[in-house]
């Protein structure tokens, strides 16, 4: 069965962008039979930017809580944090004496973190080495991710046929897969949602702030009395992600026949998202109380992780000449 990945960073709840890429499509696809999923919470890559120990693990739960509220059955896929397969590290060692410095310093991503980030940790910019790692480690075939990861997985196969190439075929190389429909989210401000940046949907937050994320969401100045054009504005955007059909025409009615404004549309839009995400928004309230299934859910992932990954691990130490004494030291044995 062909192994599907992807990861997300527990930097909060993930937001509405993380959602429609990301968790809707894993959930589909895990909760489908035709591939092995494996779902994480990459902590580690959050630790660039997460100093606090305590909200580092509440954003762990908060992310696994999110993924069961919209739907995952953690008995069908394969769902661990990051940090419980320190192998992770390990693998992330030896792919980083593969890739080239200049090649890494091109990485935007990292560019771009530099121009928000104050303090810029070494963390930071070998991040592409960690989620190479990440992805490596499980032979995994196709990357669920947004758009914006594209680099890092372009990074990622790199290595991969760099090493292959120079120390034997010992990587699967993974193609990224991206939901077409939803490759760019924009956020309320229109530029890529993004925590960092401040402009998100949180889909799970409590309604008075929900609304006020909602309220936000940046329009042109046209009165109320002014006809509209849907097509560049955000919030029939958002708006249309969701609705139904009939509910989409009825609003480019209202856009185009003026006498609407947009905090009408607004209201509409948090009126249904409140509808539309009623069960999933119970569900995390729920699930996120659930700290002994969580915890649970999580050691029972670590250690199906733990032991592909192992696997993996002694394939690659192998290969390199590393721990070669590694049998003797099992069995006991002084060499
Ligand atoms: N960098 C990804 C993001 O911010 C998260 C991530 C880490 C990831 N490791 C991964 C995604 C491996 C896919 C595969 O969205």
Known sequence: MSRILTGIQ????PHLGN?????????????????????FIADLHSLTVVKNA??????????LATWLACGLDADRAIFYRQSDVPQTTELSWYLSCFYPYHRLKLAHSFKEKKNYIKEINTGLFTYPMLMAADILLYDAEKILVGKDQLQHM??????AKRFNSKIGEVFVVPEPMINKNMMYIPGIDGNKMSKSKGNII?????????YQQIMNIRTNNLS???????????IYTFYKFFASEYQIIEMEK???SGGYGYRNAKQALYE????RFKHEREKFNEFIQKKVLLNKILSLGAERASQIATITLQRVRKALGISILENSWRDGRVV
């Open 202 to 210: 949180n889909l799970f937050a409590k309604e008075k702030e929900l």
């Open 19 to 39: 959602l429609l890429s990301v968790i809707f499509p894993a959930i589909q696809l895990a909760n489908s039979s035709d591939y092995t999923s494996f779902l």
């Open 254 to 256: 209202n856009y185009l």
């Open 224 to 234: 109320l009395e002014e006809s509209k054009n849907p097509e560049t504005d955000l």
């Open 154 to 159: 372009e990074i990622t196969r790199d290595i």
């Open 54 to 63: 305590e909200l580092l693990k509440e954003y762990t739960y908060q992310v």
């Open 10 to 13: 527990s930097t909060g709840i």
């Open 272 to 275: 249904l998202l409140l509808h």
